[in-house]
């Protein structure tokens, strides 16, 4: 089996700052998302990677810059942070449609913005 | 686009009831496959069930599902809920965007509350 993991776990941050969130996996995966997390809302996909160096938006990309430098690895930056927002932050690696499609999940970051 | 519409907010049952959690969806691909992913409390999402076979019906851990392409739905199904499948469930439908890459779209959750 692998992982994903993400750090940190917890980010407290000041209103317009820029912040940055990481995601590695060890599954070998092509394919990673993130996703934000909201009560009511269901999971809206941010940015997804096909590959190393690909970036793809996703539906809710404004607000938001993404990194794929390795194939393990990839990085979410929220480029100005919104006063009082709160948001878990998920992000997944998937295999091929022709395999099952399926995604795995980290555990989430979970930002919170004074 | 795509679009996946589920129970809304929270359901509530007793332990040892039925229970159903409605999916529905609209795409335009025609290569997909229809997910259901459970979350529990301080966890990540992990799937439930997997299905990309019209009319077939799929299992897994007492949960059960069927796609029906002609009424486009995909509702989970358990006959006697557990206090333990209180979580949040996510209905999903993943198309093929073409060079064998997945693209996800969620349902907004549905909380399930399984009472004494």
């Known amino acids: 089996g692998g992982i994903i993991t993400q750090t940190p776990k917890f980010l407290i941050g000041q209103e317009g700052q820029k912040l940055t969130l990481k995601c590695q996996q060890n599954?070998?995966?092509?394919?990673m998302y993130w996703y934000r997390q909201d009560s009511g809302k269901g999971l809206r996909l941010i940015y997804y990677?096909?590959?190393?160096?690909?970036?793809q938006k996703g539906d809710l990309s404004e607000g938001y810059d993404a990194s794929r430098e390795k194939k393990s690895s990839f990085s979410l930056t929220v480029t100005s942070a919104q006063k009082n927002e709160m948001a878990v932050f998920l992000c997944?690696?998937?295999?091929?449609?022709?395999?099952?499609?399926?995604?795995?999940f980290g555990e989430g970051s979970k930002l919170t913005v004074l | 686009g795509d679009s996946v519409t589920q129970t809304e907010g929270l359901v509530t049952v007793t332990e040892g009831l039925p229970v159903k959690l409605n999916c529905t969806y609209q795409?335009?691909?025609?290569?997909?496959?229809f997910f259901w992913y459970v979350q529990y409390l301080n966890e990540a999402p992990q799937v439930l069930l997997r299905?990309?076979?019209?009319?077939k019906r799929t299992e897994h851990q007492g949960f059960h599902a069927t796609l029906h392409k002609s009424s486009s739905s995909f509702h989970l199904q358990k006959s006697s809920a557990q206090l333990s499948d209180s979580a949040l469930y996510y209905c999903?439908?993943?198309?093929?965007?073409?060079?064998?890459?997945?693209?996800?779209?969620f349902g907004h959750g549905t909380i399930l509350r399984v009472h004494p």
């Open positions: 997944a690696s998937s295999t091929p449609p022709s395999n099952t499609g399926q995604l795995y």
């Open positions: 599954f070998n995966h092509d394919t």
């Open positions: 990677s096909i590959t190393e160096n690909d970036l």
């Open positions: 795409t335009t691909y025609l290569t997909i496959a």
């Open positions: 299905s990309s076979t019209d009319n």
């Open positions: 999903a439908l993943s198309v093929n965007t073409g060079a064998n890459t997945g693209k996800l779209t």
